[in-house]
Structures are given as structure tokens and as C-alpha cells.
């Protein structure tokens, strides 16, 4: 499923920012906006910095009720502003619209949204979080009769079934599998990033090898799979496969996760590096 970016959206930067590591994750809060459904996350992120003077739009992630669009927020790791005193062990999830007595405003897709985002919260964080709605933790009718019986219920999904992804076709993972060699929600990402986004620059050692031979690793089995990759080549052309994380890493991730159907955040984690050791070639 895709999320629609920051930069796709036209957010604007936020004022300030501080993240907090998956080990203080310990649930997921569903949240409803109150208001029109054909709001857009501008609109919101306008208000909560104009009006609320915060800095930046509060939730981690938005959702289109309608259409099952989802924003990016926040993000994962950053703290959000959506439930005082509750924002670092949760992830705010927005869905956007107003709860109406007596009948369904919140679609199928949009159901199916939350719920993929809610999966991969859980991916990440390498264990499984608690489903709150908003009046768990705080005094308000947020996220709404409707999505608060959902929640509780465990994000069922009825109604009509999204077509089945298709089974993987073409030949295997060329290589010998590698087991992704960081801890759980750890990440090979920037330098400017949090303590988890491990760059290749400084030079950590991970099971015996440093994050440079594995970022080199990683690329060299893309590689294998027929991504054209190293100095004057598609990918990694300038600086070739130095095992450094900067713009040519980033933009050879997101190429191969959006090949892959995968989230694309740019960002070697996990489901990234096995994706290219396990499935098929097509
Ligand atoms: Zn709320």
C-alpha cells in the first residue's frame, strides 16, 4: 500500500521535531477529525500550526475516509501532538471525516487503510500494539462510536475483499539468503537520523561486519538480481557501491521497494533487505 508523502501532499516543514525508538512504542491510537470529510491534511496540518500553534500537523498518519488514502503525518518515529501525555507511546492514526449517527461513514478502503498501517506499526516495532481509540486515554468522543467499535473489535474487515495480491512468478532470489543483521526496527537510513538509522559513516559493527559491508551487501544482491548498480551504472552512478547511505542509496531503495509492492520510504529495514534475498525475480 502506498503513503502518500509529505512532499506529495505539500506539507509544510515542521517547526521542531524529536523521535522516540520503537522499544517505547506500545500502541496504536485511532483517531477521527471531526469535521468534513473532504478535508485535506493541509487543512489540518494549517490549523493545528496556525491555530494550535504546534509544530506541525499532530498525528503520525492521516486517512482519507472516503478513498482509503494515506498521508504521511508525522511519521513513524516522531513524537505527534494528538493525545496530551500519550503521543510517545502511540502512533496517532487520523482518519479523516465526521462520525455520523446511524450510518457507515468510514469505507471499506479506509478500514483496510488503518489496518495495513496498524500491521506494519507492529512490523516494526517487532512485536505486537495495543488498538486505542482517543477516549481510552483522554476525555473526548474521538474517534467516534463507529471507529471506536471497530478498534475494539480488532479491525475487522468485512465487506468486499481486496483482489488477492498475486502470487510471486519468475525464477528464485538468485544468492544465499542473509538474515537482516540489525536489531528490530532498526534501520539503515541517514546519518542525520535517530541512533537506529544506521548510516555506514561512522562505521558500527553489526554481527561481526561493519553497516558499510552490509549496506554493500544488501546492493550487491540487487545487483544479482539484475539491478544495474556501481559507478557510471543506473544506480549508485556517482559514488558507486561505497556502503555510505546518502541520496543514491535512498533512491535505489525506494525504486526497489515500489518494484516490490513495499511501503517506499526510502529506508533499507527489514521487509526491504529480505524482499531482495526472498522473492522470486520477476
Ligand atoms: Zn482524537
Redesign the pocket.
Known amino acids: 500500500m502506498d503513503i502518500i508523502s509529505r512532499a506529495e501532499w505539500g506539507a509544510r516543514p515542521p517547526r521542531s521535531r524529536s523521535t522516540v525508538p520503537w522499544s517505547s512504542r506500545t500502541g496504536v491510537m485511532g483517531?477521527?477529525s471531526g469535521a468534513s470529510a473532504t478535508q485535506t491534511p493541509r487543512q489540518i496540518q494549517d490549523f493545528h500550526m496556525d491555530v494550535r500553534d504546534w509544530s506541525d500537523v499532530g498525528y503520525n498518519f492521516l486517512i482519507n475516509s472516503i478513498n482509503g488514502a494515506i498521508y504521511e503525518g508525522r511519521g513513524w518515529t516522531v513524537i505527534g501532538a494528538?493525545?496530551a501525555n500519550h503521543n510517545t507511546p502511540n502512533v496517532g492514526i487520523?482518519i479523516i471525516g465526521l462520525d455520523k449517527v446511524g450510518r457507515q461513514d468510514v469505507s471499506d478502503a479506509a478500514r483496510r487503510s488503518f489496518r495495513w498501517l496498524y500491521e506494519e506499526a507492529n512490523r516494526r516495532a517487532g512485536r505486537r500494539l495495543a488498538i486505542l481509540g482517543?477516549r481510552d486515554r483522554?476525555a473526548?468522543a474521538?474517534?467516534g462510536d463507529e471507529i471506536y467499535s471497530w478498534l475494539k473489535a480488532g479491525l475487522p474487515i468485512v465487506g468486499s475483499t481486496p483482489a488477492a495480491p498475486k502470487p510471486p512468478t519468475g525464477r528464485p532470489a538468485p544468492g544465499t539468503p542473509i538474515t537482516f543483521p540489525l536489531p528490530a526496527g532498526w534501520y539503515f537510513g541517514p546519518a542525520s537520523g535517530p541512533d537506529y538509522s544506521v548510516s555506514g559513516l561512522h562505521e558500527r559493527y553489526f554481527k561481526g561486519r561493519t553497516d558499510r559491508a552490509w549496506i554493500q551487501e544488501w546492493a550487491t544482491q540487487l545487483g544479482r538480481r539484475g539491478w544495474s548498480i556501481g559507478k557510471g551504472r543506473t544506480w549508485l552512478r556517482q559514488h558507486g557501491n561505497d556502503g555510505i547511505y546518502g541520496p543514491e542509496y535512498r533512491s535505489l531503495i525506494e525504486a526497489f521497494q515500489k518494484d516490490q509492492g513495499l511501503a517506499h520510504d526510502g529506508l533499507l529495514g527489514v521487509n526491504t533487505w529480505n524482499a531482495a534475498y526472498r522473492n522470486p525475480v520477476r
Do not use: F
Open positions: 483517531h477521527y494528538h493525545c487520523c482517543h483522554g473526548t474521538c474517534p
